[in-house]
């Protein structure tokens, strides 16, 4: 959520200062999930090693690289998935977002930031089964198709 946030504050900075809850509780809702990021790591962890797994790592040479991430001590790792993340994130959200766009994702913080941090992640899964999004494409790699 932080490195989310952080990517659309350029972006819609017009539209969210517009907003009472952009501007005035946004920041503090972010900062939440901040403070859940070492006790996320984890599973974070975990989920990025069968995503690599189930995804080939990538391509030619995939199995080295996931080879080489599961030898990696945990705190040597983080560092660069977060700063991995951060590039996908931006490379990806902010130069594809539109501004109008951006009141969608006010509206949807602010109805959203009630809930404890905990079930908004269940919420996501939720809402992705809801919309058949069983294999979604992250990161720009298509899900794999049944041979």
């Given amino acids: ?20 809850f952009m501007t005035n509780e946004a920041q503090s809702f972010v ?24 995804n080939g790592a990538g391509g030619e040479g995939g ?14 790792l983080r560092p660069l998935v977060d700063v991995i993340v951060e590039q ?7 130069n594809d977002i539109k501004v ?16 404890p941090p905990e079930n908004i992640a269940g919420l996501a899964a939720f809402t992705a089964r809801q919309a058949n999004l069983e294999e979604p494409a992250i990161c720009g790699v298509p899900p794999k198709v049944a041979e």
């Fill in 88 to 94: 996908l994130v931006n490379d990806r959200l902010v």
């Fill in 100 to 115: 109008s766009t951006c009141s969608d994702i006010a509206e949807v913080m602010e109805l959203i930031a009630p809930l």
């Fill in 31 to 54: 900062d939440q999930f901040a403070g859940r990021q070492d006790s996320a790591w984890p599973g974070t962890l975990r989920l990025l090693k069968v995503f690599m797994a189930a």
């Fill in 1 to 20: 959520m932080p490195i989310l946030y952080d990517a659309v504050q350029a972006p819609c900075s017009s539209i969210f200062a517009d907003s009472p």
């Fill in 63 to 76: 199995d080295a690289i996931a080879q080489t991430i599961a030898l990696m001590p945990e705190d040597a």
